[in-house]
């Protein structure tokens, strides 16, 4: 379980990859929109106190909004 935040700003708390996903080694994508930037695309992920495993990202796609 982990938080996400993107350019500093929570955006998503506790998520559960597993739970989510239906399983282990399943995927699972979850979209963000709306988030301004300049230069640079910051994404954090804290990990939950509670969990027993660090967070996971193993991909990311980029999109531009106009």
Avoid: N, T, Y
């Avoid at 929570?10 to 399943?26: H, N, S, T």
Wanted: negative net charge; glycine residues 12%.
């Amino acid at each position: 379980m982990f938080d996400v935040r993107l350019q500093g700003e929570p955006v998503g708390q506790g998520f559960d990859i597993a739970a989510l996903a239906g399983g282990a080694r399943r995927g699972w994508v979850q979209q963000f929109s709306g988030i301004a930037v300049r230069d640079q695309l910051r994404v954090d992920l804290e990990a939950d106190p509670r969990s027993k495993h660090p967070p996971v990202l193993c991909g990311i796609e980029v999109v531009r909004e106009d």
